[in-house]
């Protein structure tokens, strides 16, 4: 899965630190995240995407073959 | 992330103090053994074999018999600062550090019975017996070390 947060949070001005500090998760996931090395729990993509104002499917979209 | 079984993060200092001090005084002891009569006391055994040591009344079931309790305590700091350290939360905890918890955990058996598996075939008789008094601890420290690696690799 691959996503678009560190555009997103490129648009905001915010640190990976920032962002996980206001979604309340560790530095190390949203670094994981970002590198496509994790795939976050529906609850966190939800949250994720509720900050930065979008849709799910506007910061998280499936890879061909997914 | 709520999980049931963590401990409060206050416990993970402690826990890195009774390991360290554990494995220090534990390398101390296998390298040096050291003896001290200070330690020997008596000690309930819910069953105590046959050993050269031994007077034959004190073999059976429930003996009170003496016993120098430096190697039990270093054992149990070492076991009790491990399942601490392994086992209380992070910082801050969250699902993904769940996850690297428990790839770890089974990182961590599976590298430890390959390395017991080679350690069967490869290392014979007494010296064995120290593959087995190493192995009682390994478990707990290749799932830490592993943990810890995934976290500042993260």
């Given at each position: 899965m691959k996503n678009n947060i560190k555009i997103e949070r490129a648009r905001y001005d915010l640190t990976q630190g920032d962002l996980a500090e206001k979604i309340g998760v560790s530095r190390q996931s949203i670094n994981a995240i970002e590198k496509g090395k994790y795939v976050p729990s529906a609850l966190l993509a939800i949250k994720i995407a509720q900050l930065f104002k979008l849709?799910?499917?506007?910061?998280?979209?499936?890879?061909?073959?997914e | 992330m709520k999980s049931n079984y963590l401990l409060s993060n206050k416990y993970k200092i402690p826990g890195w103090i009774l390991l360290?001090?554990?494995?220090?005084?534990?390398?101390?002891?296998?390298?040096?053994?050291?003896?001290?009569?200070?330690?020997?006391?008596?000690?309930?055994?819910?069953?105590?074999?046959?050993?050269?040591?031994?007077n034959e009344e004190d073999v059976g079931f429930f003996k009170i018999i003496e016993n120098n309790i430096l190697d039990e305590i270093i054992a149990l700091a070492i076991i009790i600062g491990g399942l601490l350290v392994g086992f209380s939360k992070e910082k801050v905890e969250d699902e993904f550090i769940y996850k690297l918890r428990k790839d770890s955990l089974v990182w961590a058996i599976i590298f430890n019975y390959i390395v017991l598996m080679f350690a069967i075939v490869f290392i014979y008789d007494f010296t064995f017996f120290n593959v087995l008094v190493y192995n009682m601890f390994t478990p707990l420290l290749f799932f830490i070390i592993r943990f810890n690696f995934l976290k500042v690799k993260a």
């Amino acid at each position: 899965m691959k996503n678009n947060i560190k555009i997103e949070r490129a648009r905001y001005d915010l640190t990976q630190g920032d962002l996980a500090e206001k979604i309340g998760v560790s530095r190390q996931s949203i670094n994981a995240i970002e590198k496509g090395k994790y795939v976050p729990s529906a609850l966190l993509a939800i949250k994720i995407a509720q900050l930065f104002k979008l849709p799910v499917e506007e910061l998280f979209f499936l890879e061909e073959g997914e | 992330m709520k999980s049931n079984y963590l401990l409060s993060n206050k416990y993970k200092i402690p826990g890195w103090i009774l390991l360290i001090l554990g494995l220090i005084a534990g390398v101390f002891l296998m390298l040096s053994e050291f003896e001290s009569d200070l330690l020997e006391i008596k000690v309930l055994a819910i069953y105590n074999g046959d050993s050269i040591i031994s007077n034959e009344e004190d073999v059976g079931f429930f003996k009170i018999i003496e016993n120098n309790i430096l190697d039990e305590i270093i054992a149990l700091a070492i076991i009790i600062g491990g399942l601490l350290v392994g086992f209380s939360k992070e910082k801050v905890e969250d699902e993904f550090i769940y996850k690297l918890r428990k790839d770890s955990l089974v990182w961590a058996i599976i590298f430890n019975y390959i390395v017991l598996m080679f350690a069967i075939v490869f290392i014979y008789d007494f010296t064995f017996f120290n593959v087995l008094v190493y192995n009682m601890f390994t478990p707990l420290l290749f799932f830490i070390i592993r943990f810890n690696f995934l976290k500042v690799k993260a």
